[in-house]
């Protein structure tokens, strides 16, 4: 009877435990998130930062793991839209007015 109540309160205080998601499991599901919005793998990062460095990090917050201690931050690679553009073609505000 004692182990069975043993067993029982360690089960108890193991479930919050279990119920908080790692922060690889939570990063690995917002990335596969992201490629099914079709961004290519290469075309982002997301890192894991503390709460306290999250300004550091320079993007934008996606996700949270550990309790709330630590955040998991998205940013862009590569070459936005815009810079694919050539600087010598100017703006649509540049072109001529078409009827």
Not at 2 to 16: G, I, N, Y
Not at 60 to 72: A, L, P, R, T, Y
């Amino acid at each position: 009877m004692k182990l069975q109540r043993v067993l029982f309160t360690a089960a108890l205080f193991s479930l919050p435990l279990m119920a908080q998601a790692s922060c690889e499991s939570v990063k690995a599901d917002i990335s596969q998130k992201i490629v099914q919005n079709g961004v290519p793998e290469s075309g982002f990062t997301l890192d894991i930062v503390a709460n306290d460095q999250v300004d550091q990090a320079g993007g934008q917050v996606v996700g949270h793991c550990e309790n709330d201690s630590q955040k998991i931050v998205y940013k862009r690679t590569g070459r936005d839209d815009e810079a694919s553009v050539p600087a010598s073609a100017g703006s649509s505000q540049d072109a001529p007015a078409q009827q």
